[in-house]
């Protein structure tokens, strides 16, 4: 049980006993998550100014995060360090995504905080939790820490935050209050809309193009009543060819993906049919098919994933199953 947590009170230790502190991100850092960081350990260091503050990005990061983090520079640590006293998660949702920090947040007896937007999950990793489920971006959330702890950004952080705000919320298309909100608060402490837009765009990543092409023509398309869902497979950018199977028009997106002995499922849905079949891809899907196949995964209601270290036809059989369970008998169409 993570106890109430004021987020006024962040980073909830002594500043005068804070001398090394760690943001981690979750495993394969995407703009958000690798700028909310970035952001965090700005707060960190005007709240305790002698703290040294690293990010930790498992598994690397997104190549448009690479280049965002050569914008954004920050000292990344390799995980061979020694203890800290704070260890924040920002954007991490599952702790799995952790990687191998994981072990080092279970084994420090440092404070542990979960800076996030991803739904709660059951697990008492952390000490203190703040968490909007309603954010479209963890930037939101941190973006709550200055406020609440009367802090305001300078004009690099502000930018930081401002760009994963855009990256999370598809350029504010789904932003609701607190992400709209903190974009103007944002501008007005020296962001640059125009200039974080040009910032956000990447060049195409030869891998992604190949595979979502290669994605597009393995789909198979089935009928479940009045919803088109699309299955395809690949061997990498599973969450990205399904993006685009939902931008082809497809209502739910399956693909799958067999690497190291386990397979990995993306699954995305469009609004309308979160809204009418009210079928959480997260909660009853990802998390639901992880507890079936010894898995882990989780998600947003429209974007999730899981894997499994099961064989991929026999874990597209079990998904389809479920599919056909949620929302009616599939029919494949020729
Ligand atoms: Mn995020």
Known sequence: MTPETKPEDFPFLEPSALKRAV??????????????????SKLIGSVAPRCHVSIATPGGMTMLTQKLSARFPHDIADGSGGDYDLYVAVDV??????????????????????????????????DRSVVDEGATSAAEVV?????????????????????AILFDSSHLAIAGRSGLGAAVKLMDAGADISQARRELRSEPDYGEVIAKLKGAQRISIFKA????????HIGSFQAHVARSMV?????????????DGET???????????????????SEVAEEMARRLGGHGGGHATAASFSAP??????????????????GELKKLD
């Open 93 to 126: 949702g599952d702790e799995e995504l952790l990687s191998e920090w994981k072990e080092k947040f279970r084994e420090s007896p440092g404070m542990k905080v979960l800076v996030d937007h991803h739904p709660r999950r059951e697990g008492g990793l952390y």
């Open 310 to 327: 099961v064989g991929e036809e026999e874990t597209v059989a079990a998904t389809m199953k479920l599919f056909g369970e949620l929302i």
């Open 143 to 163: 973006y709550g820490l200055f406020e609440s702890r009367g802090v305001t950004p300078d004009p690099q952080t502000a930018q930081a935050l401002l760009e």
């Open 225 to 232: 009543g009045t919803w088109v869902v699309a299955t395809s």
């Open 23 to 40: 943001v981690v991100c979750h495993r394969n850092a995407d703009a958000d998550a690798y700028l909310s960081a970035y952001a965090v």
């Open 247 to 259: 931008y082809l028009g497809a209502d739910l997106a399956l693909v799958s993906g067999e690497s």
């Open 264 to 282: 990995r499922v993306s699954l995305r849905a469009t609004p309308r049919f979160q809204e009418s079949a009210k079928v959480k891809l997260g």
